[in-house]
């Protein structure tokens, strides 16, 4: 199980943000990250527990092992403002899982 | 570039069936694990299921084990959903998603809403 706190998190553009997504079991290296705007799909931030995906800006940023990790956004910027998920799969069986999401909202 | 395409979505009553369809383009299709996840409305992503590259495999969340199975088409790089014995918690938005090398999902569709009426 995959819990991510705070469920909410109200700042202003130009203010860093950190994310936080602890496991109930230690998992693996493969953690990710995700954000989703309104009406559209997940979009795939961060893999591996700290590696960008294509195309996705430096301010973006993640750390951790074991069973606590964070999604560190250096400075917001408008668009940033959006619901962000973690994702892990357990070693056997294969099953996947997402954390219940933190809502990144202005303030 | 890579594009998935979900159809098949729509209005069901519960205890009926429906079979979603994704179709894939610009990459290695028959090379690559597919998934399903769900989002109900207002909610968070629900894993669904996956099926491996060469359809040998697959694994269900236990919500949806033994109603739904994940099949695919190689030929022509199409996955499919068959979702048997339909719940009104079964609503939700459905996206296919391509898993990477490191079990995670880096291209999605843009997905097929699926309501589940009782």
């Known amino acids: 199980v995959l819990t991510q706190s705070p469920a909410t998190l109200s700042l202003s553009p130009g203010e860093g943000a950190s994310l936080s997504c602890r496991a109930s079991?230690?998992?693996?290296?493969?953690l990710a990250w995700y954000q989703q705007k309104p009406g559209q799909a997940p979009r795939l931030l961060i893999f591996?527990?700290?590696k960008r995906a294509t195309g996705i800006p430096a301010r973006f940023s993640g750390s951790g092992s074991g069973t606590d990790f964070t999604l560190t956004i250096s400075s917001l910027e408008p668009e940033d403002f959006a619901i962000y998920y973690c994702?892990?799969?357990?070693?056997?069986?294969?099953?996947?899982?997402f954390g219940q999401g933190t809502k990144l909202e202005i303030k | 570039q890579v594009q998935l395409v979900e159809s098949g979505g729509g209005a069901v009553q519960a205890g009926r069936s429906l079979r979603l369809s994704c179709a894939a383009s610009?990459?290695?299709?028959?090379?690559?694990?597919m998934h399903w996840v769900r989002q109900p409305p207002g909610k968070g992503l629900e894993w669904v299921a996956v099926?491996?590259?060469?359809?040998?495999?697959?694994y269900y969340a236990d919500s949806v084990k033994g109603r739904f199975t994940s099949f695919r088409d190689n030929s022509e790089n199409t996955l499919h959903l068959q979702m048997d014995s339909l719940r009104t918690d079964d609503t939700g938005v459905y996206y296919c998603?391509?898993?990477?090398?490191?079990?995670?999902?880096?291209?999605w569709g843009r997905g097929t809403l699926v309501t589940v009426s009782s």
């Open positions: 591996d527990s700290s």
């Open positions: 994702q892990q799969r357990s070693n056997w069986p294969p099953e996947y899982s």
């Open positions: 099926i491996s590259f060469d359809g040998s495999n697959k």
């Open positions: 079991q230690r998992v693996s290296r493969y």
């Open positions: 610009g990459f290695s299709f028959s090379s690559s694990d």
């Open positions: 998603a391509k898993e990477s090398g490191s079990h995670f999902l880096d291209y």
